[in-house]
């Protein structure tokens, strides 16, 4: 079956970065992109960017340009996000997600970052 | 940059009530409309896709409908695991844009 497990729960500085990683399984990865969402605390959901899984191209939300980057392994089916620069509103679960183009269909269980000093 | 408002924000109902919330976009988006079931502590879950099309194992007391600016999703009879928040989700195809709508949190009256 269909599972994307992303990295355990982290706590930052601010300026620190951050890097998620989301292992998918269950199907052919290079088909489909992921996309990766955050929700803050008591806050609803927001589409941080996507990542194509065939060829890398990725497209982010323009708040978050500059600041993050996707990157994907295909040898091992994982996807990255990494943050730089944290400041104290980054602090959010995030979630990756599969991408099938209508839908985000399989998400990941997501991983709490907090950024705090 | 597409928007999406929904309403109500809030929806207090009782079990067997017909809820339909109210999704708008600023501007049309044909069909690319989905809906999303989130409970607290858990990822969200697609409930509907492509505005009308029900995911697999989603039960069919969930619906959606709608096309271009305005699109609703109802729940014909509310049983006591449909207490949660729900998003729909607007998608661009190229570049990928995604937004999500602010949320229906419905609550048991």
């Known amino acids: 079956q269909v599972q994307l497990v992303q990295s355990g729960a982290e706590v930052k500085k601010p300026g620190a970065s951050v890097k998620v990683s989301c292992k998918a399984s269950?199907?052919?990865?290079?088909?489909?992109?992921i996309s990766w969402v955050r929700q803050a605390p008591g806050q609803g959901l927001e589409w941080m960017g996507w990542?194509?899984?065939?060829?890398?191209?990725?497209n982010y939300a323009q708040k978050l340009q500059g600041r993050v980057t996707m990157t994907t392994d295909t040898s091992t089916s994982t996807a990255y996000m990494e943050l730089r620069s944290l400041r104290s509103d980054d602090t959010a679960v995030y979630y990756c997600?599969?991408?099938?183009?209508?839908?985000?269909?399989?998400w990941g269980q997501g991983t709490l970052v907090t950024v705090s000093s | 940059d597409i928007q999406l408002t929904q309403s109500p924000s809030f929806l207090s109902a009782s079990v067997g009530d017909r809820v339909t919330i109210t999704c708008r976009a600023s501007?049309?988006?044909?069909?690319?409309l989905a809906w999303y079931q989130q409970k607290p502590g858990k990822a969200p879950k697609l409930l509907i896709y492509?505005?009308?099309t029900l995911q697999s194992g989603v039960p069919s007391r969930f619906s959606g409908s709608g096309s271009g600016t305005e699109f609703t999703l109802t729940i014909s009879s509310l049983q006591p695991e449909d207490f949660a928040t729900y998003y729909c989700?607007?998608?661009?195809?190229?570049?990928?844009?995604?937004?999500f709508g602010p949320g229906t949190k419905v609550d048991i009256k």
């Open positions: 997600a599969r991408d099938g183009e209508t839908e985000f269909d399989y």
């Open positions: 269950g199907y052919t990865f290079t088909s489909y992109g």
């Open positions: 990542i194509s899984a065939y060829n890398g191209n990725t």
């Open positions: 501007q049309g988006i044909s069909s690319y």
């Open positions: 492509a505005a009308s």
């Open positions: 989700q607007q998608l661009n195809s190229y570049p990928r844009g995604v937004t």
